[in-house]
Nanobody, 126 residues
Framework: QVQLVESGGGLVQAGDSVRLSCAAS????????LGWFRQAPGKEREFVGG????????NYRDSVKGRFTISRDNSKNTVYLQMNSLKPEDTAVYYC???????????????????WGQGIQVTVSS
């Protein structure tokens, strides 16, 4: 069992940067693929970025490529989402997720993840 807790969200202005953190409890954190999703009001939850268990492969949705970076620190059981050049359309509740194993594959579907955090609000004002 893995428990995930996000932190670092809040209200920012367009163009600002924010770093989200997701701390995990439980064993074998290093053997999980990790992902970030977001959900805006009235919209479905969507994949933002993910990082694989093996090799540190990463993948991002097109709208955040070049602006967002996901990283993990297995020694701290933490995954990060660095968000730069934020836009109002990035406003959403952001969730981190974990999937056991998976090798070098980066899961992109919500159904592919086993554990979820409670979510944290990021609001970008124009």
């Amino acid at each position: 069992q893995v428990q995930l807790v996000e932190s670092g969200g809040g209200l920012v202005q367009a163009g600002d940067s924010v770093r989200l953190s997701c701390a995990a409890s439980g064993r074998s954190f290093s053997s999980y693929a990790l992902g970030w999703f977001r959900q805006a009001p009235g919209k479905e939850r969507e994949f933002v970025g993910g990082i694989s268990w093996i090799g540190g492969n990463s993948n991002y949705r097109d709208s955040v490529k070049g602006r967002f970076t996901i990283s993990r620190d297995n020694s701290k059981n933490t995954v990060y989402l660095q968000m730069n050049s934020l836009k109002p359309e990035d406003t959403a509740v952001y969730y981190c997720a974990a999937r056991a194993a998976g090798g070098s594959y980066v899961p992109v579907g919500t159904y592919e993840y086993d554990y979820w955090g409670q979510g944290i609000q990021v609001t970008v004002s124009s």
